[in-house]
């Protein structure tokens, strides 16, 4: 952290027009980053009593083991990708990026265990050939999952399911999900345009990869296909609202996570890129699904 905190290189002043790809744009995304970084410490949360039934909730989602191997597998991936950066501003921003990935699976780790969540044995985590390749697959997995996860948590929040001392307790990952996708979003846009030109075919290439890889993944999962890990991911993120006891529309979700997409977003510099691809995806998904019904609160089963 004491690299991190001897690079000078303020953020643009606010209201000053910056070009993506330029230097400016550069120091913005990766000063929001650090500048925003909450220092908080796992180990001093104080995970709040539960009763037997709201613990037995929590327990039954399907979600835990999952959640714990991927927040593990992201933070190796950015961690290794930093490794390649020169930059010395970007290289902190990145390091800050696998640090709180990292302290995820810490918080999740330790939330395990507080509430007695039994876990399947963690699958070892190959080291990726390509760290760049790596670092995109994280990244744009962890815009389509936030997406749906800022909804879904919503919908925890408002039904209940998680009480408001656990929810309390979650909320600065969330809003770290938040910060490492506008993070994302901006390095994809600023290294399209300052990379040299020899690179760029490979790199489109990458992308494509990368979301045909994430688009199987799930289409392998839909199907039922694939180790029990990946299909217990798959349901989550497809049946999400059943799993928290609310019955919801898919058409009524995708307008909860749209709203709490541009919500969580909505703080951070206006002159930062926001994720359009799952958001762009979703809201033409809805034009398809009709006007929605006059009352679109979820219903608690």
Known sequence: MSMMEKIEAPAP????????????????FCRMLLDTHDPYRPALIQWPTLDEKTRRRIVSLPVWDMAVAAEGRTGLYVRLFGETVADPLLKAAVEMDAFEESRHKVVLSDLVAA?????????????PRDAEWAFMRAGYSECIDSFFGFGLFKLAKDTGFFPPALIDTFEPVMREEGRHILFFVNWVAWWRRTMPWWRRPLFEAKVIAVWCALVWERIDMAKGMGDSSKAQENNFTLNGS????????????????????????APYDQRLLRPRFVPGMIRLALRFAGKPPRSTEPVAT
């Open 13 to 28: 002043p606010p209201g000053e027009a910056i070009k993506h790809g330029s230097e400016a744009h550069l120091r913005l």
């Open 115 to 127: 509430y007695d969540i039994a876990l399947a044995p963690e699958p070892a985590i190959r080291r």
């Open 242 to 265: 059943k799993e928290l006891g609310v019955e919801v529309t898919f058409p009524q979700l995708a307008r909860i996570c749209l709203v709490e997409n541009d919500r969580r977003l």
